[in-house]
């Protein structure tokens, strides 16, 4: 079961909640209609699932002030609503959000809950359904055409976060490809759209090995900030081994707030840029040897991705907690260049930039 905070952009690579769904979809006069798994099904080949519901049962049945009480399916849905539709190949989308983060469900395994903590399914009518693929629709709504036109009509909220529902992409057009080259301009978005799902899925095997060999290796957590005035109080005086940067250019005040923050690594330059609208800005610029930066990226990426308050540059610089192996920035680079080893990669941060470079293409 999906929650606003796991629908990430494009595909949908973890997620915490797992949900009972006591029903089977079948056909019944050309339809798909759910049916409840009668409790002698439940308890004969779904045993420990049964026994679930019994320790539960006096919740269940006391729902909706003891709407379920005396009734034989109390384990059931008060209201069985969109049941059939769960399950077939869909977009998933968060209703708040800074932009359009629309993802792939081809498989169907993923329910929704509701509200501003939760979030939609979209699927395509039947009719359209040749002509309009789960990846198009998807690059379509992720677009920055798409993007744009919702946030001249939707709520806007704190932090630059916008009411994504259905009342305010429910108008956005679609174009239905009719000519051969529209057709040919469709196949080349869909194919683009798989290979920046194939990118992520790398960059996600990337941080749970930073995250694993961190956590195995580093002993000594500093903060962003600790690392940076340890390196204005030794550069110049100690040797560069001992310093984690070779650089370090200080852009915006720390107090300056904004909608969010993203990363850049490039050129042995790692760039923290604030986010106000649509609009990013240099805030902080580190610059060091490439597997160093790679490991400070990946931890500062973490508390951007958690759902700690993060708003300003002072923020980022105390709350990010850097693991290292002793304190040593010579220890430390062991982390980087296990992780490296072990997915392959040459560059640990670069298949989210090429999925950055990728996005402005898909514009139907």
């Known amino acids: 079961m999906l929650k606003n905070r796991d629908t990430k952009r494009w595909t949908i690579l973890e997620y915490k909640n797992l949900l009972l769904f006591p029903y089977r979809i079948v056909q019944e006069n050309g339809r798909r209609k759910s049916k409840i798994i009668d409790e002698n099904e439940l308890r004969t080949k779904y045993p420990k699932t049964w026994q679930y519901l019994l320790e539960n049962r006096k919740i269940l049945e006391n729902r909706e002030r003891g709407k379920m009480r005396n009734n034989p399916y109390w384990y059931g849905y008060i209201y069985e609503k969109n049941h059939d539709k769960f399950e077939l190949p869909k977009a998933v989308g968060k209703t708040l959000a800074n932009r359009s983060t629309f993802a792939i469900d081809n498989s169907g395994k993923f329910y929704l809950t509701c509200g501003a903590g939760g979030g939609y399914g979209i699927i395509t009518k039947e009719k359209w359904r040749d002509q309009v693929s789960v990846k198009f629709l998807v690059a379509s709504l992720n677009s920055s055409i798409a993007d744009w036109r919702v946030k001249q009509i939707a709520s806007e909220f704190e932090g630059g ?26 196949e080349e978005i869909e194919d683009t759209v798989e290979e920046i799902i194939d990118l992520l899925k790398k960059h996600h095997l990337v941080r749970s090995l930073w995250e694993e060999w961190s956590e195995k290796l580093g002993n000594k957590k500093l903060t962003l900030r600790k690392l940076i005035e340890t390196w ?30 993203e990363l850049e690594l490039k050129d042995g330059v790692l760039k923290l840029l604030g986010r106000e609208g649509d609009i990013l800005t240099p805030v902080l610029e580190l610059e060091g040897k490439e597997e160093l930066l790679e490991h400070v990226y990946f931890s500062i990426l973490s508390l951007l991705e958690s759902r700690r308050k993060v708003r300003t540059l002072s923020d980022v610089l105390s709350k990010t907690t850097v693991p290292t192996i002793d304190g040593s920035p010579t220890e430390t680079e062991r982390i980087t260049a296990i992780v490296k080893e072990k997915a392959n990669a040459k560059h640990l941060t670069s298949f989210l930039g090429i999925v950055r470079e990728n996005e402005p293409t898909l514009t139907p």
């Open 161 to 186: 976060f916008y009411s994504y529902d259905k009342n305010a992409i429910r108008t956005l057009p679609i174009k239905l490809p009719s000519t051969d080259e529209e057709k040919a301009l469709v």
């Open 232 to 261: 204005e109080k030794g550069v110049g005086r100690l040797p560069q081994e001992r310093l984690f940067f070779t650089d370090v250019g200080i852009i915006s005040d720390e107090g300056t707030e904004y909608d969010g923050f």
